[in-house]
């Protein structure tokens, strides 16, 4: 018997999930799925139900209506998939979405396997995805399972090695991507041109946005933003991704202005809530307060309640002790203090309080550093160390550096700092990566003044050479370096890490997100 009819005799063993907000067509699903000899099945009608389960099951494929949560999009729902432990790199993950789904493209994960399927479908189709996956697990699961550990090196040699063999004509492609993604990992900026030759002439997605990363990596800003300005119908599928990206390339070069304007013209209907907090953020960096206050109590309105409506909540707490940095208006100093107790007390009275309280205690003690209450709010700071969780967003991270920054704790500011760049360079190469260098970004240049910041980078390097993260460590040094090029000791240990990298040149360093 051949290995295909070997790996096709396995189609009836898979764990299959099935997610789907409505109930007749849930069913009519179920009835194809079983109709193909599916005996391990499992569905829902929410991804909250299958992931309040004690007992999760290693499912090999998950068909998940892409709509199956109105308060979030499918992107948010994919990630608390992935960071609720049901959606493993190994896992098949096909999304059942309409033809004109806003964003669907901002689903980016290069180390996991997402597919989509259009509405409407039928059984051959949700036949054509099972075998999809019973003809790739065999090469893929091992390249993704190394991916997933960023051991890039490892999953390269496994991908070049796999490449080599009789492998079917599909996979040949899903191996190309993965190649190109893993090269683009380690830096291998000149060996990847090549490669996107063929893809690039073919106007494939993946391929146009290899090269716009390649291109930022050098500092070729220009063709970064003529890229983004592109009209053509393969960019418009990955609009979210193209509106993050101008915001962040806006925020790089402090034009606040020119972010807001990015924002302004985002369509309201459909946004995701990181989008919602980023827009929201532009809009006070801009000036225009009253317009992001309205912005966002709409959105709280829209939310209702849910732990959508607190993040909502906590992202207006979080503009306002901004303003209250800024201390431009004395006279509404005042106001916005009784509009934060309000709010803080609305946010303690919230049966959902447990899912944010920490990011409560650091609102809470960054509002004590306005009320003179320092020792106060040094108190709320260790029991936030003490409830810190290795779960803690990146969001969260960066708001406990601006609050040590507010009692004057220099050595906790790149603590957290630190601690927010690890896991800024953890996350996969997506959309959710670029909205968090926008908050990372914000949070550094809030904190540390212009003339320490070269010094901060130094540290935050010393920091990577510890945990022998020399790439990284390279990284830092090269922003240090440029932004204190009368320093030669910054300058002599970038060209020592190199050496150590094989990095012959300094745009082979990663720029992005810094």
């Given at each position: ?317 979080r503009s306002m002790l901004y303003l209250l ?40 003690a960054h509002l004590c550093c306005f009320e ?143």
């Open positions: 018997m051949s290995r295909l009819k070997l790996d096709f005799s396995k189609l009836f063993e898979l764990q299959v999930l099935v997610i789907e907000s409505d109930q007749d067509l849930l069913h009519l699903i179920r009835q194809m799925l079983i109709g193909l000899g599916i005996k391990n099945l499992t569905s829902s009608r929410s991804v909250d139900e299958v992931l309040s389960q004690s007992e999760k099951l290693p499912y090999d494929v998950i068909f998940l209506d892409y709509g199956a949560d109105e308060s979030r999009t499918g992107a948010e729902v994919v990630e608390q998939m992935i960071s609720g432990g049901i959606l493993p790199s190994r896992t098949r993950l096909v999304l059942l979405a309409k033809q004109n789904d806003r964003a669907k493209y901002a689903i980016e994960y290069p180390y996991h396997q997402v597919e989509y399927l259009e509405r409407p479908f039928n059984k051959m189709h949700l036949d054509h995805e099972l075998k999809q996956h019973v003809m790739f697990s065999h090469w893929l699961k091992p390249i993704l399972s190394l991916a997933g550990l960023h051991r890039y090196a490892d999953a390269l040699k496994l991908t070049r090695h796999t490449q080599r063999q009789p492998v079917p004509a599909a996979l040949q492609a899903v191996l190309q991507k993965l190649q190109v993604q893993l090269m683009l990992d380690l830096g291998q900026f000149d060996a990847v041109l090549p490669l996107l030759k063929a893809p690039l002439a073919e106007k494939h997605g993946w391929a146009l946005w290899a090269l716009f990363k390649i291109r930022y990596e050098r500092g070729d800003i220009a063709a970064c933003e003529a890229f983004l300005q592109d009209p053509s119908e393969e960019l418009a599928k990955y609009e979210e991704r193209r509106e993050l990206w101008q915001i962040y390339l806006a925020m790089q070069q402090h034009d606040y202005a020119k972010a807001a304007e990015v924002a302004s013209k985002i369509p309201s209907v459909g946004m995701s809530m990181n989008m919602v907090r980023l827009v929201q953020l532009v809009l006070v960096l801009a000036g225009k307060t009253e317009q992001a206050f309205e912005f966002i109590e709409r959105k709280q309105r829209l939310a209702a309640k849910g732990e959508v409506y607190l993040q909502l909540l906590i992202a207006q707490a940095t800024l201390n431009e208006d004395v006279f509404k100093a005042p106001v916005y203090q009784l509009q934060l107790k309000q709010l803080l007390q609305q946010i303690s009275d919230d049966k959902d309080l447990p899912l944010v309280e920490s990011q409560l205690i650091l609102l809470k003179h209450h320092e020792q106060e709010a040094r108190l709320l700071l260790q029991t936030y160390q003490k409830q810190l969780s290795d779960n803690a967003s990146l969001a969260e991270l960066c708001h406990a550096a601006v609050v040590y920054a507010a009692v004057h704790d220099m050595h906790s500011v790149v603590d957290y700092l630190f601690l927010a760049s690890k896991q800024l360079h953890q996350l996969p190469d997506n959309s959710s990566r670029v909205f968090a260098s926008c908050l990372y970004r914000h949070a550094f240049d809030l904190i540390i003044d212009p003339k320490d910041r070269a010094a901060t980078y130094a540290e935050l390097a010393k920091r990577y050479l510890q945990q022998n993260e020399l790439r990284l460590a390279a990284k830092m040094f090269y922003f240090a370096h440029q932004l204190a090029p009368e320093q030669p000791l910054y300058l002599q240990s970038l060209q020592q890490l190199l050496q150590k990298l094989d990095l012959p040149r300094f745009r082979t360093v990663l720029r992005s997100a810094g």
